[in-house]
């Protein structure tokens, strides 16, 4: 029986999107607000992260999960390519004969139909990044988007 992830939670936020500030010639641009780490700091993405150490997950968009560990850290998945019904019905599923949910397996969409759960598109992960949450007015002018380490 697939394991289906139960705790699946809205989050409305969207992938940062570039933007830019004009000033006029000869001011010095804005510096550049550095906002505080919402984990410890830790190294570069991992190809893998032990299932025991999953708390729970966040499916944001078509290509973007969030997963929150035990110990406060929380990593991103900025999956390769677009996993169609993902970021509509917030939810998937995965089967792994390992401890450990890595960015070579494969996920699949769980669809709710007619009172019934499906399997939808199968979609490979990425690999999981620190995830930096932006802080203060940061956070009010950025709209919880997301932003790698």
């Known amino acids: 029986m697939p394991r289906f992830n139960g705790s699946i939670a809205l989050l409305g936020a969207t992938l940062l999107t570039a933007s830019g500030s004009l000033w006029a010639a000869g001011d010095t641009p804005p510096a550049e607000a550095a906002a505080p780490a919402a984990n410890p700091p830790s190294a570069e993405a991992r190809d893998c992260i032990p299932l025991s ?6 499916v944001l968009d078509d290509r973007t999960i ?3 560990l035990h110990g406060g850290e929380t990593l991103v998945s900025h999956l390769p390519h677009r996993c169609g019904g993902l970021g509509i019905e917030k939810a998937f599923g995965y089967k792994t004969s390992l401890s450990q949910l890595c960015s070579t397996d494969i996920i699949w969409v769980v669809r709710q139909a007619g009172g019934r759960i499906e399997r939808g598109a199968s979609c490979g992960l990425g690999k999981f990044e620190p995830y930096v949450e932006p802080a203060g007015d940061e956070a009010a002018k ?3 988007k997301l932003e790698p380490m």
Do not use: A
């Open 53 to 58: 150490r999953i708390q729970s997950t966040t």
């Open 66 to 68: 969030l997963f929150r």
């Open 142 to 144: 950025d709209n919880g």
